[in-house]
């Protein structure tokens, strides 16, 4: 059984958001010069390689055998699903904005696992929660206005794709605790991830003709940081924290990323501020508090 979140988990999951937080504003300062897709797609082929040769040479963990074909493929196949919708999505609307729509991750799975584990069921206060945050969300899709910037060609567009990246996130985070991979060790789900992304997402930057590069300081800072520190380091923890504790619970701090992205998408990327996303962005954060904060689980 898996533990409530404590105050270890808490301090774990401030630090993880903060460094998530930057994930967005990193990808869309060097869009220019190398396209988000092929960001992800050779962050995830070197990161992938690391976790194998961490683990072969340092862990030496006992990787589960025949999950690979299988839960494997479908984790795989999601991480990069959901990396491509918040690639393309970048592409037309802010790092702000993606990064709120994409933490829509944690109302996903929370609803998926409660469809298929009775450990993470959610009483009536959590459903009234889910519904304050899906009515901050509708807020935030709906009554912002479109932005008047040449960085940010169709806003509405972008925010979709970061939507449905939530979504895809969400079903990866059920597919591993609903599959033999919520045993496994970290890395081994890691390394199917990464992998998924390199494979699947290489030829998608290729076919839609976004595989230029242009090697600057600032490109290779941002990759090396999104390679060595995201996909590698928090990563791995964010594995390692839902074997420990209770998923939806834990994936609702993770509600603190988008905090952190819009701020430092303002500070750094001198990104516009509107009301009606500030509003509807704090009712989903406040519905994602009741949820995590409700007592005892019925």
Known sequence: MRKAVDSTATAIMVALCLIWGIQQVAMK???????????????????????????????????????ALRSGLVVGLLFATEFMLVAEGLRWTSASHMVVFLYTAPLFAAIGLHLRLPEER??????????????????????TPQANDATI????????????????WGMTTVAVRISRLSEAPPTQTLFYQLLGGFIFLMPVAFLTGQYTFNS???????????????????????????????????????????????????????????????????????????????????
């Open 153 to 168: 060609p169709n806003q509405l567009l972008g925010d979709f794709l970061g939507l449905c990246g939530g979504f895809a």
């Open 122 to 143: 959610l009483n009536l206060r959590q459903w009234l929660g889910m519904g304050l945050a899906f009515i901050g969300l509708s807020i935030t899709f709906l009554l």
């Open 29 to 67: 300062a060097v869009a220019a010069d190398i396209a988000p897709v092929l960001q992800v797609a050779l962050r995830s082929g070197v990161a992938a390689v690391l976790v194998l040769l961490f683990t072969l040479l340092i862990s030496r963990d006992q990787w589960l055998k025949g999950v």
């Open 216 to 298: 600057t300081p600032l490109v290779w800072i941002s990759l090396a940081y999104q390679t060595l520190i995201i996909s590698c380091t928090t990563y791995f923890v964010w594995i390692w924290l839902m074997r420990k504790y209770l998923t939806a619970r834990l994936g609702v701090l993770s509600f603190m990323t988008p905090m952190f992205g819009v701020l430092l998408g303002i500070l750094l990327l001198d990104e516009p501020l509107e009301p009606a996303f500030l509003l509807g962005s704090a009712l989903t954060l406040s519905g994602l508090v009741i949820v995590n904060s409700a007592g005892k689980r019925n």
